[in-house]
């Protein structure tokens, strides 16, 4: 097991050397002056071409990148912002934590009601439950966070005064904002675990499991759901990767200085060094998130885990 | 009896279809009043119903007034130039030799005085000789040398490259000498140089991206990058009081920034007491404070306008159409607009300049300044060499630049001007902007604290390689402009050659200058209040109700 996460930690250094280069390429070509940005509508040629040349902007597309790549990963200096001139590991470590809070409540509330409901949805199938949790499903799909966030303020920080409406402080004020951004995680999460329960409720161990008296909770628990548990993560794990990303409307909404928010500013502004740096950083969590969706794999089903720990014993003993 | 069961459930999940949506879109419930747009169409009006409930700073909950913000920061450099434009926190993290006014005054600060040598480009300066920072560090006229010799290589605010060198004459005296007579020019130093000590820039662990030692009045106790500022009033503050001009006075002990971009969140930030007072609401937004009495609204002239530029490029065919040129000019409904995108509150402007610029004349608002006439409009059509082709407006992607850009393409349409918008990012944009063979015309906001200020980065074909700002090649206005932005030259006589040239020429058209609304709560009693040449209450300086 440990050699396998070791394994899937080494292909990160490529993933993270691609993503890179992509995200570097894509920026070099992108139309748009950073010197000019940077200096404004005001400044003199002079200036601007000083300041080419102090961004190294003058230097081959080639000469570029191979700085970028040595700063990144082998001096671990991921630079300023070269519109703001602020630390850009300093400016990570701060937002961050607060994306990685949201993104986490957002998860836990998703799947937390996502999934009971797609058990309830294929337990009870083309029953009025059904229909009702996947009515519920359509509806968390078919809703814009962007509206949802507003209504939510204006009914639990406006009219009912209970929850903050904005800013960052005690864990109050991510409830709103993880409420509005759950809602296509709890759609996904139901349909999902509906349609592995759908699976798995019609093997033949379940209707053994019946058979011998089991009570009908422990079958659905412990028998059902556990086993259709494999692509319930592999979703969890996906969203939870995008929500690291993808947080910016709820971000601006609730004006929470999170990652999202610092990352569509950089490409708005042509701040290269922040988006490329903020794309590797996003990069190397999503495959965090993919490692720890592939360790859950194992911790659920004895099958995989058995898998691994079989294709580790073969590897050594070519060795 | 199951069918009966099925559309109970249709029916019950309907109803929270609807329930959900119709919860919270019923206003606050408390009093708040949502009216007809209208706003006050001139500069500095003020609405409030609320003249007996005046409880002052004292209503404040925590004792800090909290202060809702839309423009965002990131570090607190004093080099870098988006400190300077616009934000509100401004005056409280530093200060800056002079300052101008609302009035278009430029009182002093931290300078005691300054003087011209009389030959346009020399000016001596004198600062206080008692001047400290919180950390207790000693301004002389070395600090303030570096600070200019320091924000010229940064080369981050522009107005610094119009300075030729800087000598100190003594402890607190200095030289300044710019590199050519231009008016407001020399003026631009005075108040865009903050004043900060060598030694505790160079000791700062992040060159004061995060944490700051000033001058100011005020010190700085929270930072959060992008959402929120806090100052406390210093006990220490160098000046004698009775010297403080009441534009620089510090009448609140304890203040918060919040950035709040979203509009309706700021809306309802000030519902629920979140913040105190919004400086920059959204024009939209602030209609539903109108006639509330637990809120003032306070509407000023902003400094900068939308201006409609024409290309000056050869390549396109509106360059030598001066017919053609002037026909868009009357078909737009400037009116229209201010009333379709500013909710009512702005004024048509009378030249492509705002008219709080310095060197504005007021002369010019009883002009006539092509009206909107569509059938004068179709007649210079009809004069002009245009034959059904589709221009190309350029403009940046913002919502409020969009709203804009979609009325200005129907109300050519209605004259028969087929007209694509290209709406693209601030990036994408400022690369653009100077290259006229991209668009027929572009629509910005270009301000500047004096007349000279605006010309020189607008019209001067000397300016960019490519010409003007919009390719354009024309040396009798470079002339023009060249002769009246001297000390000797900046006559009314001048300035009004130049507006008429511009005029009769139509190379840039002036739209709508759109007013700043702030808001604040009602109690806190705003008595007096000052106003910043930018156009917002400066709400250190303003004074309270006890």
Same mark, same amino acid.
Request: proline share 3%; glycine share 8%.
């Given at each position: 097991?440990?050699?396998?996460?070791l394994?899937r930690?080494?292909?990160?250094?490529?993933?993270?050397?691609g993503?890179?280069?992509?995200?570097f390429?894509?920026?070099?070509?992108?139309?748009?002056?950073?010197?000019?940005?940077?200096?404004?509508s005001?400044?003199?040629?002079?200036?601007?071409?000083?300041?080419?040349?102090?961004?190294g902007?003058?230097?081959?597309y080639?000469?570029r990148?191979?700085?970028?790549?040595?700063?990144?990963?082998i001096?671990?200096?991921?630079?300023?912002?070269?519109?703001?001139?602020?630390?850009?590991?300093?400016?990570?470590?701060?937002?961050?934590?607060?994306?990685?809070?949201?993104?986490?409540?957002?998860?836990?509330?998703?799947?937390?009601?996502?999934?009971p409901?797609?058990? *309830?949805?294929?337990?009870?199938?083309?029953?009025?439950?059904d229909?009702?949790?996947?009515?519920?499903?359509?509806?968390?799909?078919?809703?814009?966070?962007?509206?949802?966030?507003?209504?939510?303020?204006i009914l639990?920080s406006?009219?009912?005064?209970?929850?903050?409406?904005m800013?960052?402080?005690?864990?109050?004020?991510?409830?709103?904002?993880?409420?509005?951004?759950?809602?296509?995680?709890?759609?996904a999460?139901?349909?999902?675990?509906?349609?592995?329960?759908?699976?798995?409720?019609?093997?033949?161990?379940?209707?053994?499991?019946r058979?011998?008296g089991?009570?009908?909770? /422990?079958?659905?628990?412990?028998?059902?759901l556990?086993n259709?548990?494999?692509?319930?993560?592999t979703? *969890?794990?996906?969203?939870?990767?995008?929500?690291?990303?993808?947080?910016?409307?709820?971000?601006?909404?609730?004006?929470?200085?999170?990652m999202?928010q610092?990352?569509?500013?950089?490409?708005?502004?042509?701040?290269y060094?922040?988006? /490329?740096?903020?794309?590797?950083?996003?990069?190397?969590?999503?495959?965090?998130?993919m490692?720890?969706?592939?360790?859950?794999?194992?911790?659920?089903?004895p099958?995989?885990?058995?898998r691994?720990?079989?294709?580790?014993?073969?590897?050594?003993k070519?060795a | 009896?199951?069918k009966?069961?099925?559309?109970l459930?249709?029916?019950?999940?309907?109803?929270? *279809?609807?329930a959900?949506p119709?919860?919270?879109?019923?206003g606050?419930g408390?009093?708040?009043?949502t009216t007809?747009?209208?706003?006050?169409?001139?500069?500095g009006?003020?609405?409030t119903?609320?003249?007996?409930?005046?409880?002052g700073?004292s209503?404040?909950e925590?004792?800090?007034?909290?202060?809702?913000?839309?423009?965002?920061?990131e570090?607190?450099?004093?080099f870098r130039?988006?400190?300077?434009n616009?934000?509100?926190f401004?005056?409280?993290?530093?200060?800056?030799?002079?300052?101008l006014?609302?009035?278009?005054?430029?009182?002093?600060?931290?300078?005691?005085?300054?003087?011209?040598a009389?030959?346009?480009?020399?000016?001596?300066?004198?600062?206080?000789?008692?001047?400290?920072?919180s950390?207790?560090?000693?301004?002389?006229?070395?600090?303030?040398k570096w600070?200019?010799?320091?924000?010229?290589?940064a080369?981050?605010?522009p107005?610094?490259?119009?300075?030729?060198?800087?000598?100190?004459?003594g402890?607190?005296?200095?030289?300044?000498?710019?590199t050519?007579?231009?008016?407001?020019?020399?003026?631009?130093?005075?108040?865009?140089?903050?004043v900060?000590?060598?030694?505790?820039?160079?000791?700062?662990?992040?060159?004061?991206?995060?944490?700051?030692?000033?001058?100011?009045?005020?010190? *700085?106790?929270?930072?959060?990058?992008?959402?929120?500022?806090?100052?406390?009033?210093?006990?220490?503050?160098w000046q004698?009081?009775?010297?403080i001009?009441?534009?620089n006075?510090?009448?609140?002990?304890?203040?918060?920034?919040?950035?709040?971009?979203?509009?309706? /969140?700021?809306?309802i930030?000030?519902?629920?007491?979140t913040?105190?007072?919004?400086v920059?609401?959204?024009?939209?937004?602030?209609?539903?404070?109108?006639?509330?009495?637990?809120?003032?609204?306070?509407a000023?002239?902003?400094i900068?306008?939308?201006?409609?530029?024409?290309s000056?490029?050869?390549?396109?065919?509106?360059?030598?159409?001066?017919n053609?040129?002037?026909a868009?000019?009357?078909?737009?409904?400037?009116?229209?607009?201010?009333?379709?995108v500013?909710?009512?509150?702005?004024q048509?402007?009378?030249?492509?300049?705002?008219?709080?610029?310095v060197?504005?004349?007021e002369k010019?608002?009883?002009?006539?300044?092509?009206?909107?006439?569509p059938?004068?409009?179709?007649e210079?059509?009809?004069?002009?060499?245009?034959?059904g082709?589709t221009?190309?407006?350029?403009?940046?992607?913002?919502?409020?630049?969009?709203?804009l850009? /979609?009325?200005?393409?129907?109300?050519?349409l209605?004259?028969?001007?087929?007209?694509?918008?290209?709406?693209?990012?601030?990036?994408?944009?400022?690369?653009?902007r100077?290259?006229g063979?991209q668009?027929d015309?572009?629509?910005?906001?270009?301000?500047?604290?004096?007349?000279?200020?605006?010309?020189?980065?607008?019209?001067d074909?000397?300016?960019?390689?490519?010409?003007?700002a919009t390719?354009?090649h024309?040396?009798?206005?470079?002339?023009?402009?060249?002769?009246?932005?001297?000390?000797?030259?900046?006559?009314?006589e001048?300035i009004?050659a130049?507006?008429?040239?511009?005029?009769?020429?139509?190379?840039?058209?002036?739209m709508?200058?759109?007013?700043?609304?702030?808001?604040?709560?009602?109690?806190?009693?705003?008595?007096?209040?000052?106003?910043?040449?930018?156009?917002?209450?400066?709400?250190?300086?303003?004074?309270?109700?006890?």
């Amino acid at each position: 097991m440990a050699r396998y996460v070791l394994k899937r930690l080494l292909w990160m250094i490529p993933i993270a050397l691609g993503v890179a280069v992509l995200v570097f390429t894509l920026m070099c070509f992108c139309p748009g002056d950073p010197a000019e940005i940077i200096l404004g509508s005001t400044a003199t040629q002079e200036n601007l071409a000083a300041k080419r040349e102090e961004l190294g902007l003058n230097d081959p597309y080639i000469i570029r990148l191979g700085t970028f790549l040595s700063d990144t990963f082998i001096h671990f200096d991921l630079g300023e912002s070269w519109i703001t001139g602020a630390s850009v590991k300093e400016a990570i470590a701060e937002r961050l934590p607060r994306t990685l809070l949201l993104s986490i409540i957002q998860l836990i509330i998703s799947f937390g009601i996502g999934i009971p409901l797609g058990v *309830m949805a294929a337990v009870n199938q083309n029953k009025w439950q059904d229909n009702l949790c996947m009515a519920l499903a359509l509806i968390g799909i078919s809703i814009p966070n962007f509206w949802l966030a507003l209504l939510l303020v204006i009914l639990f920080s406006v009219k009912l005064n209970l929850l903050p409406a904005m800013g960052i402080g005690g864990i109050e004020y991510y409830i709103l904002p993880a409420l509005a951004g759950c809602t296509n995680g709890i759609a996904a999460g139901a349909r999902q675990t509906r349609s592995s329960m759908l699976d798995v409720i019609r093997s033949d161990y379940i209707t053994t499991a019946r058979a011998k008296g089991v009570p009908e909770w /422990q079958v659905i628990v412990k028998h059902g759901l556990k086993n259709g548990l494999i692509p319930i993560i592999t979703v *969890m794990g996906t969203h939870f990767g995008k929500m690291l990303g993808g947080t910016m409307v709820i971000e601006t909404i609730f004006a929470i200085p999170g990652m999202g928010q610092y990352i569509i500013n950089g490409v708005n502004n042509r701040d290269y060094q922040v988006v /490329q740096v903020g794309s590797i950083f996003l990069a190397i969590a999503f495959s965090f998130c993919m490692l720890a969706v592939d360790l859950l794999y194992a911790a659920v089903d004895p099958r995989i885990r058995a898998r691994y720990a079989k294709g580790g014993k073969r590897r050594a003993k070519k060795a | 009896m199951k069918k009966l069961g099925k559309k109970l459930v249709a029916l019950g999940l309907t109803l929270s *279809m609807f329930a959900l949506p119709l919860a919270g879109c019923g206003g606050s419930g408390d009093g708040a009043q949502t009216t007809a747009a209208g706003g006050s169409g001139d500069g500095g009006a003020e609405s409030t119903a609320a003249a007996e409930v005046s409880g002052g700073l004292s209503s404040l909950e925590d004792g800090v007034l909290d202060i809702g913000v839309t423009v965002s920061w990131e570090t607190l450099t004093p080099f870098r130039s988006n400190i300077a434009n616009n934000v509100p926190f401004a005056y409280a993290a530093y200060e800056t030799l002079a300052k101008l006014t609302g009035d278009k005054e430029y009182i002093p600060w931290v300078a005691k005085s300054w003087e011209s040598a009389g030959d346009g480009v020399t000016y001596n300066v004198e600062i206080y000789d008692y001047v400290t920072d919180s950390a207790g560090n000693s301004i002389t006229a070395n600090d303030i040398k570096w600070m200019i010799d320091e924000s010229k290589e940064a080369g981050l605010k522009p107005c610094f490259s119009k300075v030729d060198h800087v000598d100190v004459t003594g402890d607190y005296t200095l030289q300044i000498v710019m590199t050519e007579d231009m008016v407001g020019a020399f003026e631009q130093i005075l108040t865009n140089t903050f004043v900060v000590s060598q030694a505790a820039y160079e000791g700062s662990k992040d060159q004061f991206a995060t944490e700051i030692i000033s001058t100011s009045s005020y010190l *700085m106790t929270e930072f959060v990058a992008d959402s929120v500022i806090s100052f406390e009033k210093r006990d220490d503050y160098w000046q004698k009081e009775e010297l403080i001009e009441p534009q620089n006075a510090a009448n609140v002990e304890k203040l918060s920034f919040h950035l709040i971009k979203e509009a309706s /969140q700021a809306g309802i930030a000030l519902e629920t007491k979140t913040v105190d007072a919004f400086v920059q609401l959204d024009q939209n937004t602030a209609t539903q404070f109108e006639g509330n009495p637990d809120f003032t609204l306070k509407a000023m002239s902003y400094i900068n306008g939308y201006q409609l530029y024409f290309s000056g490029d050869e390549s396109r065919i509106i360059t030598d159409d001066l017919n053609l040129r002037q026909a868009i000019c009357y078909a737009i409904d400037t009116e229209g607009l201010i009333n379709g995108v500013f909710a009512g509150y702005g004024q048509k402007m009378h030249d492509p300049i705002a008219d709080t610029s310095v060197g504005y004349l007021e002369k010019w608002k009883d002009e006539e300044y092509y009206d909107y006439n569509p059938d004068k409009a179709r007649e210079l059509l009809e004069q002009s060499d245009y034959n059904g082709e589709t221009l190309v407006l350029l403009a940046t992607s913002g919502s409020t630049m969009q709203r804009l850009c /979609q009325m200005i393409q129907g109300y050519l349409l209605e004259v028969g001007i087929n007209l694509e918008l290209n709406l693209v990012d601030t990036a994408l944009y400022t690369a653009t902007r100077l290259d006229g063979s991209q668009y027929d015309m572009t629509i910005n906001t270009v301000g500047g604290d004096s007349l000279p200020d605006h010309w020189s980065i607008r019209y001067d074909c000397y300016a960019y390689s490519t010409g003007d700002a919009t390719g354009r090649h024309d040396e009798e206005l470079a002339e023009l402009l060249r002769t009246t932005w001297t000390q000797a030259g900046f006559t009314e006589e001048n300035i009004d050659a130049v507006h008429n040239y511009l005029k009769d020429n139509m190379y840039a058209y002036g739209m709508v200058q759109p007013e700043n609304i702030d808001v604040w709560r009602s109690d806190l009693g705003l008595q007096e209040a000052v106003v910043t040449n930018k156009g917002s209450v400066n709400c250190l300086s303003s004074v309270y109700g006890e």
